[in-house]
């Protein structure tokens, strides 16, 4: 049987037709007035319809369309809205005014995941959440970016608990034709669509777009007839567990991904790869450039290479996606071709050694690939250098060229309205028109402690209600009794210190540890004088059993008769009830296992939210943490095992809750917990100077944006003659680099001491083979030496070159100030340095003195 679709489109009186315009930007999801808009509208239909606008529409009665039509306050309302609206569309953004020769620069970001509004469950957690606010900040900050994902027909699970407390999954399909996805379509009104071979077939795609305020989101779906059922099922899950099908869903990523923004008529001049997931782009670009333009692989390789962010969120090498050499061969042999390449020398682009058992890993071909690199945190830049440091082989972990831009959070979607309100009352228009001026935080000290208060008690006490609200829910799905549904209304206390833990129940995130000493923690709830209480929430991974076992004893716990009205764990953890979680909560808990939490960005939302952090020092906390803004649980210490750890840990975390966090919270002067409010406020202005988006988004611009921008315009021009001659120069330097070394390093003036101020002279001889002292630059490193006689911080000086040598041999001399005594250590090293183009050393070879 053959079936025609037909869209229908709800008919809407002309009074109110602007909400549907309204309805299809993802605008919506950070405006506290547009949701209050179609709260008023219907809010039974819009709480029905898991708050997305575009199903209200669709479901909301012709009746209460036109009452709404009739109601001139609706009307008035919908008409601010859509002037607000309009206004943030046509304002001038910071990127434009900051960078107006770029202006109509296209970067491309591509990730797996986005988690931009719980209406759109395209996200699984962090990552996605991390994406979604990286768009809309780059809207709020007029940065020119596009995004690339997938469509996923069933995106993540919604997790129920059983009368266990064991985790069982579901997958509800989404109905893309009712949610804020328009399908992109061509001049003649038929869906446009891309193919990618993978394997022996080619898989079809058509492109839906997601506008993010003024950033267009286009998302592949292969779920269309043109596929066979084992292609169309490419899009069926966020996170398919089988490698086959994670594989093709990376290939439909990263080069169905380049290939649709060719087709929706995007030409970027830079590529953000989020995690490696999108690798796959890199050889996509090359192949295009290669067979579009008529480079050869050297060539296309070093403008993709010039123009390639890779964002690594991953601190543990076993947590970075890698696929067996013999599935690459299936998938890649073809594109190797293509390339010019031998399928061997494909695969060693994601080894780090030329060995056929190691697998491919797509952290490693991103890091080759790319210019700029970053971690997530400035601890894990640092562990990132490390890790990756075979990649770079010869240089000192400082600097493997992998830099850190710690996270941060769209400060509009996370902080409750009623809190947004007060702030704009005090920060003024720029807390909402600049939110990428970090001196609008400034003004959070205004505040009264008694108007902060107030607000932050009445969103502890909407969090409270929420919680019974889903507990009934949940009680009454699972068949319980009717005196078990009544006791809900005694669970938690709407004004005891309340304590927030919600995240992915993996098991570097110790959600047992808080519950180790179940005998000091009913100590510590039990007090009826200083009442404390937690909620709980999270996702186990669908194949983590151990994870879903440490869910199941906080259920068990949670209900004992002890901690019945103290505990509370709520299923299904999604963006609506993090963001419920983070504004109503006093504290925000956090127990990773040292240092395997890349960043982290769930306390940064609550601390924008006044709550008070506590936390083991990783991640971002590492450099958010002091006393005035919360408290850290344990240090930097090093443990003999895992289970020390967790004891020693889980120990200072009751000496906290004991001793800091409740005397803090319970000492009180005229009803009010004064210092408390004074670490809300601290808390307040790090959360907004230090962790938003808007300055993660400004650090991208300056340090990687705009470089990669600048260094395609200059590789293009004169039809890539600038592309053509560095690739020619790299293969010289890579093929004489044997021939370079440093011979002798000597201080002439010198007699093994010296002394704080004076200057010291340095000449180094090297040797350069076939290579000009234009082709290198000679470096000397001075540092404090260790008691293996290694140079730590080193400090890193240039030398100028003084005379060349009948012998071949050159000398070189730099003039160093002694700034500090101690025993200090000197080297010297050669490296390339190619002065033409914006990036300079590259290739990244060095020759030390030996």
């Keep these: 049987m053959k079936i025609k679709p037909l869209l229908v489109l709800p008919s809407l009186p ?50 209460k369309l036109r009452k709404a039509a009739d ?24 990127f434009e005014i900051r960078y107006p020769v770029c202006r109509d620069a296209t970067i491309a970001y591509f990730s797996c995941e986005f988690g931009l509004d719980v209406s759109l469950p395209i996200y699984s957690g962090g990552l996605g959440v991390l994406s979604g606010d990286h768009l809309k900040t780059a809207s709020d900050m007029g940065i020119p970016l596009v995004a690339v994902g997938l469509l996923y027909r069933y995106g993540y699970f919604s997790q129920t608990l059983n009368a266990d407390g064991w985790q069982t999954e579901s997958y509800t399909e989404n109905d893309w034709y009712n949610m804020p996805v328009v399908l992109e379509k061509n001049d003649a009104g038929e869906p446009i669509k891309i193919s990618v071979d993978i394997g022996d077939s080619p898989v079809w795609a058509q492109i839906w777009r997601v506008q993010v305020g003024r950033v267009p989101l286009y998302l592949l779906d292969t779920n269309i007839p043109e596929n066979p059922s084992m292609h169309r099922e490419i899009t069926h899950r966020l996170y398919a567990g089988d490698k086959d099908t994670r594989i093709r869903q990376e290939i439909l990523l990263g080069i169905g991904g380049v ?151 769209h400060t509009h979607s996370w902080i409750a309205p009623n809190l947004g309100e007060l702030y704009e009352t005090y920060l003024g228009p720029r807390y909402k ?16 402690n008694s108007e902060l208060w107030r607000a932050h008690q009445h969103r502890r006490e909407q969090l409270v209600f929420l919680t019974r609200e889903r507990l009934k829910a949940q009680i009454t799905a699972k068949g319980r009794s009717r005196q078990e549904l009544n006791r809900t209304e005694e669970i938690l206390d709407p004004h005891a210190l309340t304590i927030g833990f919600a995240r992915r129940f993996a098991t ?31 996702k186990a991974h669908p194949k983590d059993n151990y994870g879903k076992e440490i869910i199941k004893s ?36 956090n127990t990773p296992r040292r240092p395997e939490e890349a960043s982290g960005t769930s306390g940064m939302k609550a601390a924008l939210n006044g709550a008070l952090n506590l936390s083991i020092l990783d991640g971002w906390w590492v450099e958010g943490s002091s006393p005035d803004t919360g408290w850290v649980i344990g ?26 966090v409740i005397p803090t919270f319970y000492n009180r002067r005229d009803n009010y917990p004064h210092d408390w409010i004074k670490m809300m406020k601290a808390s307040i202005i790090m959360g907004g100077k230090q962790f938003s988006s808007h300055r993660m988004l400004r650090e991208y611009t300056e340090q990687t944006y705009i470089p990669a921008i600048q260094a395609h315009d200059s590789l293009v021009e004169r039809e890539y003659g600038l592309t053509r001659d560095v690739a020619v120069w790299n293969k010289r330097i890579i093929n004489d680099w044997n021939k370079v070394s440093v011979s002798t390093l000597d201080m002439p003036n010198l007699n093994g001491s010296t002394s704080v101020g004076q200057t010291m002279m340095v000449k180094i001889q090297v040797y350069l083979g076939d290579l000009s002292p234009d082709d290198i630059r000679v470096e000397v490193m001075r540092g404090n030496l260790n008691a293996r006689d290694e140079i730590v911080d080193g400090e890193v000086f240039t030398a100028s070159l003084e005379k060349s040598n009948e012998d071949g041999s050159h000398i070189y001399q730099v003039d160093m100030v002694c700034t500090h005594s101690g025993r200090l250590g000197l080297t010297a090293r050669v490296v390339p340095h190619n002065g033409r183009h914006i990036i300079k050393n590259h290739p990244r070879l060095v020759s030390w003195l030996v």
């Excluded at 997931?277 to 296309?300: K, P, T, V």
């Design 14 to 63: 002309e009074r109110i037709n602007h909400l549907q315009e309204l309805a299809q930007n993802v605008w919506y999801s950070w405006s506290p007035d547009l949701q209050q808009l179609f709260r008023r509208l219907d809010e039974e239909c819009w709480e029905k319809c898991n708050k997305n606008p575009v199903q209200t529409l669709a479901l909301i009665s012709q009746e």
């Design 71 to 94: 109601d001139e306050s609706f009307v008035a309302h919908l008409g601010r809205v859509y002037e607000a609206f309009n206004n943030y569309m046509a304002q001038k953004k910071w």
């Design 259 to 409: 290939r649709a923004l060719a087709a929706v008529g995007h030409k970027p001049k830079a590529y953000h790869l989020n995690e490696g997931h999108s690798m796959f782009l890199c050889f996509e670009r090359i192949r295009q450039l290669m067979h579009n333009e008529g480079l050869s692989y050297d060539e296309a390789r070093e403008l993709v290479w010039s123009t390639n962010v890779f964002t690594t969120h991953t601190p543990v090498p076993a947590g970075n996606e890698q696929f067996d050499i013999k599935l690459m061969e299936k998938y890649f042999t073809a594109m190797a071709g293509d390339l010019g390449l031998s399928f061997a020398d494909l695969a060693k682009l994601g080894r780090i050694v030329d060995d056929e058992k190691e697998p491919f890993s797509l952290t490693i071909g991103a890091l080759r690939l790319s210019a700029f690199a970053n971690g997530v945190s400035q601890l894990h830049g640092q562990i990132s250098r490390s890790m990756w440091k075979h990649v770079w082989p010869g240089f000192p972990d400082d600097e493997v060229p992998i830099s850190a831009i710690t996270n941060g959070v």
């Design 433 to 448: 028109e600049q939110p990428e001026d970090p001196t609008v935080w400034d003004n959070i000290n205004r505040i009264p």
């Design 508 to 538: 570097y995130k110790r959600g047992y540890l808080l519950f180790s000493d179940l005998e000091r923690f009913k100590k510590i709830v039990s007090d009826e004088k200083r009442p404390v209480q937690f909620v709980l929430a999270g």
């Design 554 to 589: 906080i259920v068990h716990i949670a209900q004992r008769e002890e901690f019945r009205h103290k505990i509370v764990f709520l299923e299904n953890y999604d963006l609506d009830l993090a963001s419920w979680l983070v504004s109503g909560v006093d504290v925000w808990l």
């Design 635 to 660: 240090g930097q210490t090093d443990f003999s095992s895992k289970e020390e750890q967790d004891y020693v840990e889980s120990q200072a975390l009751y000496n906290i809750l004991e001793h800091d």
